[in-house]
């Protein structure tokens, strides 16, 4: 009897990821049908058959994934030639179809264990998918969320750690000037008395200058040869001078403590705010979460057989062509949905559709490859001089973002994969690449590689493989360059021959890499791991030259020249 070709591990995934085969004999088509009776699936010719054929018209066939799930096979221990599948409600216990013959079992109420067996299944199995699609994620963005909030605290302290070094440092510079000015003050109060008692020692030399002039006059009038003087004049001494002693300075020791000091210096306190719970998805999403993770399952087989049927075409096909009003150059090309782009030049950035219709149009001041459409709808769109990246929801809202602190952005890609958001930036003649959440929290950051060596300059243009490939095109570095998605490089591409000059680049389904090169005017298209496939565009196409590429819902590549409002659509796969 045949059966499912893979294994499964939820209803979900054997519904949406793999293929059933029909368990009638001989037939191998598509089993989406289930007989719980036979347990087996079935097709929708057998189904048919099984309806008309007597020994099992009466079979319950219902959907596959509305399918009983098979009791496992139990013994009954009091009659190990029957199998247990009956369940007393009485005894709460199963048993088999001759235990419920049994006196002990007289007049109670079975029922059927299979009914239960499923029942309890599908609860169980519901819970588990809980865990995997709900309660796993979600435990898991909260532990990133953690993360991030302790790099953001690490940041923020060693600023404000910086902030109060440097106000230290300017009352240190203030005490040693002030400081400095007091003991200036000291030698210009120390000259001043000093002067002061200079000139009081003067008047006492000349004093005494004058009482030795005194005591020689004395002596003549004394003297018993000029006796006559004594009579003549008497003598008089001058009083001793009046001087003052200098008021002494007096030093008066400034009053401050340890806190009079931290209050000059600034304090760093917690805030008496309440902190605020994280968010936590309500169970009540856990449906809508399950049933998109059905569709996207579904999308990602649909995906899956088309790249098993797709390979590369042996020769190029002009699909349409038509001009985009609104900008002077197709510098970078968005695929948005199936019937819409975003294209831009410079410093223009307009919506339109595959007719050339514009639909909306945004004033810019970037250039290259700096936005990229969500899976949500979103259009994402980077601003270098306001180092600040924008969000425009399909009702045409912008909101700020993502602000990158002392890095321009450059280019931006939105994951097909996670839908985490990579974004190329520069400062200085030196890039890197960040990559953030959904929400715009910094999960990553890639700058060097294992010998410390940077690995980007300037990163105009930033795309994902499928395999998870980080791949940017930077024009000053004249190479494409790889890493995987923990930020380890891979290789580098830099042309055929000198003068390799990057410019738009995107991948495919197959995982090829498809970059311009402004020097020779031509679209490269590379394998996964670098290798060199072939020139897939030329001057010989009419293309002069290819600057933004993109590839589209349809697995067609689009093209957009540098010098004209000219988008070419090709198709290169079969």
Not at 22 to 28: A, L, T, Y
Not at 501 to 518: A, E, K, S
Request: aromatic fraction near 8%.
């Amino acid at each position: 009897m045949s059966t499912v070709i893979m294994s499964e591990s939820s209803d979900e995934q054997a519904a949406g990821q793999h293929y059933l085969v029909c368990g009638i004999e001989d037939c191998h088509e598509n089993g989406q049908f289930y007989c719980n009776d036979c347990h087996r699936p079935v097709c929708e010719h057998c189904r048919d058959e099984h309806v008309k054929n007597p020994d099992t018209k009466f079979h319950e066939i219902v959907l596959y994934r509305h399918r009983k799930h098979q009791l496992p096979v139990e013994k009954c221990k009091l009659h190990p030639t029957r199998n247990v599948d009956i369940f007393c409600k009485e005894c709460k216990i199963p048993i088999c179809s001759k235990c419920s013959t049994m006196k002990e079992h007289h007049r109670h109420e079975f029922d059927d264990l299979e009914e239960i067996y499923t029942e309890k299944y599908a609860l169980q199995q519901g819970e588990f998918s809980k865990i995997q699609k709900y309660f796993l994620p979600n435990t898991k963005s909260l532990k990133s969320e953690i993360e991030a909030d302790a790099t953001k605290i690490h940041k923020l302290m060693e600023s404000i750690r910086t902030s109060m070094k440097a106000e230290a440092e300017s009352l240190k510079n203030l005490v040693d000037e002030v400081s400095s000015e007091n003991i200036d003050h000291t030698h210009t109060m120390e000259k001043s008395l000093l002067e002061m008692l200079k000139s009081q020692e003067t008047i006492y030399d000349d004093y005494i200058a004058y009482l030795g002039k005194m005591s020689d006059d004395f002596e003549q009038h004394l003297s018993l040869t000029n006796h006559k003087l004594l009579f003549s004049e008497t003598l008089k001494i001058k009083t001793i001078p009046e001087t003052t002693k200098p008021v002494d300075p007096v030093f008066t020791a400034g009053r401050f403590s340890k806190d009079d000091v931290a209050k000059l210096l600034g304090r760093v306190n917690i805030s008496n705010a309440e902190p605020k719970k994280r968010k936590i998805q309500p169970m009540e999403a856990v449906t809508t979460q399950m049933k998109s993770t059905e569709k996207q399952l579904e999308q990602s087989k649909e995906k899956s057989d088309v790249k098993q049927t797709l390979s590369l075409s042996s020769f190029i096909t002009k699909v349409r062509e038509y001009s985009v009003p609104g900008v002077d150059g197709v510098w970078h090309v968005s695929v948005e949905k199936s019937d819409r782009l975003w294209v831009s030049d410079w410093s223009n950035l307009v919506q339109t559709d595959l007719q050339g219709k514009q639909l909306q149009k945004i004033q810019t001041s970037d250039g290259h490859g700096y936005h990229t459409a969500t899976q949500d709808g979103d259009l994402i769109y980077t601003d270098k001089d306001n180092k600040q990246i924008y969000r425009i929801t399909p009702d045409k809202k912008i909101t700020k973002f993502i602000k990158t602190g002392d890095w321009r952005p450059l280019s931006v890609h939105s994951s097909r994969i996670n839908g985490d958001i990579l974004v190329g930036m520069y400062k200085f003649y030196q890039g890197k690449v960040t990559r953030y959440s959904k929400a715009g929290q910094e999960i990553q950051n890639i700058q060097r590689d294992n010998q410390e060596q940077g690995l980007y300059s300037e990163p105009h243009y930033i795309t994902e493989n499928i395999n998870g490939d980080i791949c940017t095109s930077d024009y000053n570095k004249r190479a494409v360059v790889v890493v995987n998605k923990s930020g380890q490089h891979r290789f580098s591409y830099t042309g055929q021959g000198s003068g390799f000059r990057p410019y738009g680049i995107c991948t495919d389904v197959l995982g090829h890499i498809l970059v311009c090169d402004w020097y020779s005017k031509t679209v490269h298209l590379l394998d996964q791991d670098g290798g060199f496939l072939s020139v897939i565009l030329s001057p010989q196409q009419g293309i002069m030259p290819p600057c933004g590429v993109c590839v589209d819902d349809e697995n067609n590549l689009c093209v957009g020249q540098r010098d004209t409002n000219t988008l070419t659509v090709y198709k290169y796969l079969q």
